[in-house]
């Protein structure tokens, strides 16, 4: 609330993103920037890297009418940019005083950077982001938020693992990835979906992250995981997700209807995928007034 911030000279944003449309820091920050403006507050952002780099994205952005707290601007999945410069952003789209922000730029980053390439040491921005290799396949791993698959929360491997009873372990990890290797596996959520169930699934292993692509690939494996779900099990979250009851959690996270539609009838992604790939090559000049390295 406005009333919050009355008392302050400043607000201070020192958050550690993970490069992926839907971590919602960088939303928060959005938040806090615009309550501040209002409230006539001043703020300061101290920028970090994106632990995936700068350069590549993935996912085109969303469609019109799915904005929210998982996409709050319309910016790729994988979107190549820092808190920085997502805030810069927010301050020329939303036309905002310039000096309502100062921002502390990064020394000796630049966009081909993967986290452990600065030498700086990985602490986890929330429980289920324990290391970089959780980060690097979240853009496609998130995505089983809103499923009824298990993105194998309380485990140590979160969204590396997934599946769920049903799942044929060995035929999905069948499937070519290129850029990672596909360990089948049985494991076991200790909460929320299927928790304290043993659930077939695999495990992804990054193998080679410049041929890696996180948000395709993993769109391809949760289709074929639910298209082996017997009749009786809904492959949707359908639950509040992020304060949102309206719209599907799927769909908010892919922006848009097209991609749950398409797992429904059990069509090919093949198309899907090459749109989404060109949607995200469009973003990469639409960003580019706002980039700061």
Request: aromatic letters at 10%; a negative charge; proline letters at 8%.
């Amino acid at each position: 609330k406005q009333s919050d911030l009355k008392e302050l000279d400043v607000v201070v944003v020192d958050l550690q993103d993970v490069g992926s449309r839907y971590y919602t820091y960088v939303w928060t920050a959005a938040f806090m920037l615009r309550g501040a403006v209002r409230a006539g507050v001043k703020v300061l952002a101290l920028d970090r890297p994106n632990p995936l780099g700068g350069e590549v994205v993935e996912g085109r952005p969303q469609r019109a009418g799915y904005r929210s707290f998982v996409g709050l601007y319309d910016v790729a999945v994988r979107h190549g940019m820092t808190l920085g410069e997502i805030l810069t952003m927010v301050v020329r789209v939303e036309g905002l005083p310039p000096e309502a922000l100062t921002l502390v730029p990064m020394e000796g980053w630049s966009r081909s950077m993967h986290f452990d390439d600065t030498g700086l040491p990985w602490v986890l921005p929330s429980p289920n982001m324990p290391t970089l290799d959780t980060a690097i396949v979240y853009p496609g791993g998130c995505v089983i938020e809103g499923t009824t698959l298990s993105e194998a929360r309380g485990t140590t491997r979160p969204f590396e693992l997934f599946g769920a009873p049903h799942v044929d372990a060995r035929a999905i990890a069948a499937m070519e990835v290129p850029g990672a290797v596909l360990r089948p596996c049985a494991f076991e959520p200790t909460v929320r979906k299927h928790a304290e169930t043993i659930c077939g699934g695999v495990q992804v292993h990054v193998t080679d992250r410049d041929t890696f692509r996180s948000y395709p690939t993993y769109l391809r494996l949760i289709a074929a995981m639910l298209q082996q779900a017997p009749e009786d099990v809904f492959p949707w979250r359908t639950d509040e997700y992020e304060y949102e009851t309206l719209r599907p959690a799927i769909d908010l996270l892919t922006g848009g209807p097209e991609y749950r539609q398409r797992v429904n009838a059990g069509d090919p992604l093949d198309d899907y995928l090459i749109e989404d790939t060109e949607g995200a090559r469009r973003f990469l000049e639409i960003r580019r007034p706002w980039l700061l390295y």
